[in-house]
Each structure stands twice: as C-alpha cells, then as structure tokens.
C-alpha cells in the first residue's frame, strides 16, 4: 500500500505534467513527448538539422526527437533510431530495439548506415536509475563515452554530437571528454528542461578526429 506522502506527491507530479505548457504543446503538435522541445531549442540554438542528412537517434523511445528531426528533414535524409524499449513507428524512420552498450547492436547499426557518414548523432540515453548517485553517474558517463566513440568513428568532420547529462559527479569529467574530443564543445540547458531537473545537454561540433571525409 502506498503513503499518504507518496500519493501527495504523484497527486502533484501529475497536475504539474497535465499543466506543463510543454506537454500542452506537444499534444497540440502531435508530438509524443515535451521533450521534442528541448531539441528544438537546441537546434534553433546550433543550427544542426538540415535537410538531406543522414542522423542516429540513440535513447529513441517515445519518439518525439525522431519525430522532430524527420519534421525538419522534410522527407529528405536519412534517420535511424535506437532504444532498448518497444518505439512506435515513426514514418521514415528505421528503428533497431536493443542494447547500444552491445556489440551485436552496434554491428547491426553500422550495417543499417552502410557506411554512410553520419551528419548527426542524438543521445538521450539515461540508465536505469538505482538510487545510489556515484553507481548511477557512473552508468551515465558510460553511456554517454560510448555515444562520443561512435560519434568519433562515423560523423563527418562538421558533424555534431548531442548528449543528454547529469550535473554531479563525473560531470566535469565528461564536459572535458567533449573539450578534447570537438573543436566546439558547449553545455546548453534549454527552457523546456524543467528547472528542478539536474539534466543538461553537451553539445560538440567538428570532431577533432574524424574517421570520415567528404
């Protein structure tokens, strides 16, 4: 049975939700989630999407950022979406269900490119959360090395990079992961980020070791 305490606070994380002006939106819009928002700040910010691209959503599940991207592709590009979660299908978007930390997954991913050079890489990847803060940066962090290994392996040379993260430990460590890694490398915590929220986004921009050339 649940506490009265923990019934007061789903009574009001549900008023919040149901009156959020993002979630109001989205559902006006038709996107799944507010947070097709925080993408649209973030591109509007750094001009990343563009018509023609080729982009990997990772952490896709609900959608709402594939859907965003293929909005403003307008039919052109290429996006493939990745999450371990069922992902409703998307119009234009191929999706893989599975773990990206597997090898087998990143295998199939690279085969479904077929050795396109990628434009634009998304990680909104979180882990599941235990509870005990240093386990759960640790598990971030890891996800998010393994979205800059990728993005190293397979964007172009003026690709871009967008990681979801948590401020606490190993955040610092991870901004200079992307310092080293990009030759533009920003933090950015859009408007439709709630304000309670620890998450920010780092944004890289021209990986300093490409693999790909034009």
Same mark, same amino acid.
């Given at each position: 049975?649940?506490?009265?305490?923990?019934?007061?606070?789903?009574?009001?994380?549900?008023?919040?939700?149901?009156?959020?002006?993002?979630?109001?939106?989205?559902?006006?819009?038709?996107?799944?989630?507010?947070?097709?928002?925080?993408?649209?700040?973030?591109?509007?910010?750094?001009?990343?999407?563009?018509?023609?691209?080729?982009?990997?959503?990772?952490?896709?599940?609900?959608?709402?950022?594939?859907?965003?991207?293929?909005?403003?592709?307008?039919?052109?590009?290429?996006?493939?979406?990745?999450?371990?979660?069922?992902?409703?299908?998307? %119009?234009?978007?191929?999706?893989?269900?599975? %773990?990206?930390? %597997?090898?087998?997954?990143?295998?199939?991913?690279?085969?479904?490119?077929?050795?396109?050079?990628?434009?634009?890489?998304?990680?909104?990847?979180?882990?599941?959360?235990?509870?005990?803060?240093?386990?759960?940066?640790?598990?971030?962090?890891?996800?998010?090395?393994?979205?800059?290994?990728?993005?190293?392996?397979?964007?172009?040379?003026?690709?871009?990079?967008?990681?979801?993260?948590?401020?606490?430990?190993?955040? %610092?460590?991870?901004?200079?992961?992307?310092?080293?890694?990009?030759?533009?490398?920003?933090?950015?915590?859009?408007?439709?980020?709630?304000?309670?929220?620890?998450?920010?986004?780092?944004?890289?921009?021209?990986?300093?070791?490409?693999?790909?050339?034009?």
């Amino acid at each position: 049975m649940k506490s009265s305490k923990s019934k007061k606070v789903n009574k009001a994380w549900l008023h919040e939700h149901i009156n959020d002006p993002y979630v109001k939106l989205a559902q006006k819009e038709g996107f799944r989630a507010r947070a097709a928002y925080k993408l649209k700040e973030i591109d509007e910010t750094f001009k990343l999407v563009k018509p023609g691209q080729v982009v990997v959503d990772l952490g896709a599940t609900p959608g709402a950022w594939s859907q965003y991207i293929r909005r403003k592709l307008g039919g052109t590009g290429t996006i493939v979406a990745l999450d371990m979660l069922d992902f409703e299908p998307v %119009d234009g978007v191929t999706f893989l269900q599975g %773990d990206f930390r %597997d090898e087998e997954m990143l295998t199939r991913l690279e085969q479904v490119l077929g050795g396109q050079p990628v434009d634009l890489v998304l990680s909104d990847m979180a882990p599941n959360l235990s509870g005990i803060s240093s386990i759960d940066a640790a598990r971030q962090a890891d996800l998010v090395e393994l979205a800059v290994d990728f993005a190293m392996r397979h964007l172009r040379p003026e690709g871009a990079l967008v990681t979801k993260v948590f401020h606490g430990s190993g955040y %610092d460590q991870l901004a200079a992961l992307f310092k080293s890694s990009f030759r533009i490398a920003k933090p950015y915590k859009p408007k439709a980020s709630r304000d309670k929220s620890s998450e920010t986004f780092l944004v890289g921009l021209g990986p300093k070791k490409a693999a790909v050339t034009e």
